[in-house]
Antibody, heavy 116, light 107 residues
Framework: QVHLVESGGGLVKPGGSLRLSCVAS????????MTWVRQAPGKGLEWISD????????FFADSVKGRFNISRDNGKNSMYLQMNRLRVEDTAVYYC?????????WGQGTTVSVSS | EIVMTQSPVSLSVSPGERATLSCRAS??????LAWYQQKPGQAPRLLIY???TRATGIPARFSGSGSGTEFTLTISSLQSEDCAVYYC?????????FGQGTKVEIK
């Protein structure tokens, strides 16, 4: 069965850092592009970042460009989101998503809270 | 950036009736449009991709249509379990963008 499991969320002060992880199972991870999507409390969905299957291409939303970095380790079936210089407005549930044409498999999300 | 605009913001439909949700893109997408369903406390679920292709396991009462800049999601006979927020999303260009969502409720 195809699964994505996120971890690494938590409470952090503004200006701090967190590293989110996503572990995949049930499919050949190295064949797929992967995505991070977030959802602020009571709000809609916001695409954050994409990484191609080989890590050769990475894309970022303007809201996180220069502060967040996406990476993956195909040998560990894992993807990561390094979040630096966190802001209050980064508070959200962060979803790890598999991307084929559309976003076809979603994890259950990990919660990031940025507050002083 | 491609702006996605959904209408209406919310929709109340009687059980068994049809629900029609709209999504408009600020630029042509061809057919690079997906629809997602999100129930409270759950992750989104892919319903439709390529504007009109149902994802695996999605009931036939869900259908998508449109191309270019105008798209529609139709639920032909609303069931109680269809109460959710529905989002459209374009994957024609980066940055990927979502509509603001349409909340579907049972009347």
């Amino acid at each position: 069965q195809v699964h994505l499991v996120e971890s690494g969320g938590g409470l952090v002060k503004p200006g701090g850092s967190l590293r989110l992880s996503c572990v995949a199972s049930g499919f050949v991870f190295s064949d797929y592009n992967m995505t991070w999507v977030r959802q602020a409390p009571g709000k809609g969905l916001e695409w954050i970042s994409d990484i191609s299957h080989s890590s050769s291409a990475r894309f970022f939303a303007d809201s996180v460009k220069g502060r967040f970095n996406i990476s993956r380790d195909n040998g560990k079936n894992s993807m990561y989101l390094q979040m630096n210089r966190l802001r209050v407005e980064d508070t959200a549930v962060y979803y790890c998503v598999r991307e084929t044409t559309a976003m076809d498999v979603w994890g259950q999300g990990t919660t990031v809270s940025v507050s002083s | 950036e491609i702006v996605m605009t959904q209408s209406p913001v919310s929709l109340s439909v009687s059980p068994g009736e049809r629900a029609t949700l709209s999504c408009r893109a600020s630029q042509s997408l061809s057919s690079s449009l997906a629809w997602y369903q999100q129930k409270p406390g759950q992750a989104p679920r892919l319903l439709i991709y390529g504007a009109s292709t149902r994802a695996t396991g999605i009931p036939a009462r869900f259908s998508g249509s449109g191309s270019g800049t105008e798209f529609t999601l139709t639920i032909s006979s609303l069931q109680s379990e269809d109460c959710a927020v529905y989002y459209c999303q374009q994957y024609s260009r980066w940055p990927r963008t979502f509509g603001q969502g349409t909340k579907v409720e049972i009347k």
